[in-house]
């Protein structure tokens, strides 16, 4: 007996232990019906607060239409997430969904490396072809081996458009009784016009250094042809940077410089000080991208509009534009089915409405039935895009040129702006760095 109640004591004892451990190795996190939890870990750079409204409305949505599954959602200002995501998609744990910035130095980089998936299987899965044209798609397309930009596969999706333009603060256009310009003429003549009523005509900073680029890249769409910013941005047909066109811009950038027509102190001013500064009524005009929209439509007592940087008298323009950057698949991510439907619920047409209803133009189509209103600073930016959009003249982010292009020109119109070198200066040194890039590549 005493033999038998020492082996019911060891059974039961083993019991326990077996008990004990196998609630150590239970899953941590559970969903409400019992079963495993799946995360999906997001990278996204919608980091501004009306943005990040409408990203966090979206996952809500998403998680409540699939049980069980939990956006880990990690945001990322771009600069940051330009650094650091290579490196994270190369890794087991990294993102199994990422904004991935457009270019060759960016996505062409990540495409070569095999970090991202492929998605045309998606793109036919989910009809994305009556979601976004040909060549919206050509703009987050590489061949597989990411060498050529502008075709091949589709590795991003993207949910919002972009067009760069002019914000102006209506308030102060019609307290001193200023038009809005329809030709570059005109524009050129009111910034001299604002400048002697002593108001700062542009809200503008270059610490940051990329949205110089778009300063001058503005003026540069209204000379040259499409063909040649396609050319120029896709690398083909063996274009060239040192252009009269492009020296003519870079003169005239630095013309605007020299008149004071930017912000006072603007190389050492951040682009969101500058647009703090434009909010708050000191500057009536910024030259940047419709994303700044949502900011402009609250906390602040300013009323603004928007409009294209005008053409020359008696010729068309084209302007800046495309979709944002856009959401990729980390290519070894074991949850890539669930990414997929995350991206596809990204470009839905509830993603649409939602970010309208920000003031933030969406990559796709409004519903028919939708109730957001056009009349607006968001309108003013509709009306742009679809303006550019209709008449073919949506240009292109022009660092995404070569790897090194980005660095190379923000480095040459720091120093154009300081004084210290000059038009022809900046377009021998970009020239330089984009002739090389073509060499290297048929090599």
């Known amino acids: 007996m005493k033999k038998r109640s020492i082996l019911l004591s060891v059974i039961l004892v083993l019991l326990i232990l077996l008990s004990s451990c196998s609630k150590l190795g239970k ?65 087991e744990d990294g993102p199994d969904v990422a904004q991935v910035n457009q270019g060759r130095n960016d996505m062409g980089a990540l495409v070569e490396a095999g970090l991202l998936l492929p998605l045309n299987g998606y793109l036919e899965k989910y009809n994305w072809g009556s979601v976004f044209s040909t060549s919206v798609a050509s703009r987050n397309s ?8 502008g075709t091949g596969s589709l590795y991003g999706v993207s949910p919002t458009a972009e067009v760069v333009g002019v914000f102006y603060n209506k308030t102060l256009f019609k307290k001193h ?19 002697a009523d002593g108001v700062t005509p542009i809200s503008f900073g270059t610490l940051d ?25 896709y690398g083909v047909n063996n274009v060239s940077f040192d252009t009269p066109e492009n020296r003519q811009a870079a003169q005239i950038l630095q013309d605007w410089a020299n008149a004071g027509y930017f912000s006072d102190g603007f190389p050492g001013i951040g682009y ?24 402009l439509l609250v906390g602040t007592d300013q009323e603004f509009g928007f409009f294209l940087l005008p053409p020359y008298e008696g010729k068309s323009g084209l302007a800046i534009g495309g979709v944002g950057i856009p959401f990729a698949i980390r290519s070894t991510s074991e949850k890539q089915e669930l990414a997929a439907e995350y991206l596809n ?3 839905s047409p509830r993603a649409a409405e939602l970010w309208a209803g920000a003031g933030m133009l969406p990559a796709m189509a409004l519903p028919e039935n939708t109730k957001v209103k056009t009349d607006n600073l968001f309108g003013d930016t509709l ?20 790897p090194t292009f980005y660095d190379t020109l923000v480095a040459e119109l720091q120093k154009l702006l300081g004084g210290i070198s000059t038009p022809a200066g900046l377009t021998e040194a970009v020239e330089a760095d984009y002739a090389a890039f073509l060499e290297s590549r048929s090599k």
């Open 272 to 295: 969101d000080d500058s647009n703090n500064l434009f909010k708050a009524g000191n500057g009536a005009m910024t030259i940047t991208g419709s994303w700044l929209a949502p900011e």
């Open 142 to 149: 590489f061949t597989n081996d990411g060498k050529t930009f």
């Open 345 to 347: 619920w990204m470009i």
């Open 209 to 233: 250094g990329w949205n110089a680029i778009h300063e001058y890249s503005a003026i540069q769409h209204l000379l040259v042809s499409l063909d040649y910013i396609n050319n120029l941005t």
């Open 383 to 402: 009306t742009a895009w679809n303006t550019i959009n209709q008449a073919n003249a949506v240009g292109h982010y022009i660092d995404w040129a070569t």
């Open 27 to 91: 899953p941590a996190e559970q969903a409400e019906n019992g079963a495993e939890e799946q995360v999906l870990l997001v990278w996204d750079q919608f980091y501004r607060e009306e943005e990040s409204k409408v990203i966090e409305t979206l996952n809500a949505e998403f998680e409540a239409a699939h049980p069980g599954v939990r956006i880990q959602r990690e945001v990322k200002v771009l600069d940051d997430l330009r650094t650091t995501v290579k490196l994270a998609l190369s890794k």
């Open 177 to 195: 009784k200023w038009d809005v310009p329809t030709t570059f003429e005109d524009f050129e003549a009111l910034l001299a016009e604002i400048k």
